[in-house]
């Protein structure tokens, strides 16, 4: 079955330093994925999406993600972290019936001053 | 410009009353979806409806009705039988396509609370 991990909860990281979130996937074909941002009470907004093609995929805000099949990972960056990032983010894979994503337990992340 | 709106932001049920959360977009999109988001659960799928007159259970339909009369408007009613309703709801749209997926597009979001 498909399914999509985020194995951190929760990160902290000061503010200009760099970020990397981390998702893994479980998906038998090539996999459709996304990355999420939430700001508390709001919905979600789009960063960016990995269909196929190079796999190092750009993002708005300044965000990137890379694709690696052989680890089934998409683990999200980002080289200096601003106040501003501080939110949560969900790791999401497109599941075989067509449309529906499948989304991982999210990341919160804080950040310090 | 485009978008998806949900309301109320805000909603109170009492014991026993069911409640309509709408949802509605102007983005031309077939597709909608409806999730539950609980802390520390991500988010859960309720119903999706690819086409008009038609939609789908999704893994916790339990307690919770839709329909879809209208391109346009995906409501969600959430229903006396559901015994934990206290959530935040989003619903979303998409393009459909019959292979793979396209970025599912979301609401700001209905928190709904028990009176």
């Known amino acids: 079955a498909q399914s999509v991990t985020q194995p951190d909860i929760h990160i902290t990281v000061s503010e200009g330093a760099s970020l990397e979130l981390r998702c893994n996937y479980s998906?038998?074909?090539?996999?459709?994925l996304f990355w999420y941002v939430q700001s508390p009470g709001q919905g979600l907004q789009l960063l960016l999406k990995y269909f196929s093609g190079d796999t190092l995929v750009q993002g708005i805000k300044g965000f990137e993600a890379e694709f690696k099949r052989s680890q089934s990972s998409f683990n999200l960056r980002k080289p200096s972290v601003h106040w501003s990032d501080a939110a949560e983010y969900f790791c999401?894979?497109?599941?075989?019936?067509?449309?529906?994503?499948?989304f991982g337990q999210g990341t919160e992340l804080s950040v310090k001053p | 410009d485009g978008g998806i709106t949900q309301s109320p932001k805000y909603l109170f049920r009492k014991e026993g009353q069911n409640v309509t959360l709408s949802c509605e977009q102007n983005l031309n999109h077939d597709a909608m979806y409806w999730y539950r988001q609980d802390p520390g659960q991500g988010l859960r799928l309720i119903y999706y409806?690819?086409?008009?007159?038609?939609?789908q259970k999704g893994d916790i339909a339990e307690g919770y009705s839709v329909s879809r009369e209208k391109k346009e408007s995906f409501p969600l009613t959430v229903t006396s039988a559901q015994k934990n309703p206290t959530a935040f709801y989003l619903c979303?749209?998409?393009?459909?396509?019959?292979?793979?997926?396209?970025?599912?597009?979301f609401g700001d979001g209905t928190r709904l609370s028990i009176l």
């Open positions: 999401a894979v497109g599941s075989y019936q067509g449309g529906k994503l499948i």
């Open positions: 979303a749209s998409s393009i459909v396509e019959v292979w793979g997926n396209q970025p599912q597009h």
């Open positions: 409806s690819q086409i008009v007159n038609d939609f």
């Open positions: 998906y038998g074909a090539t996999p459709y």
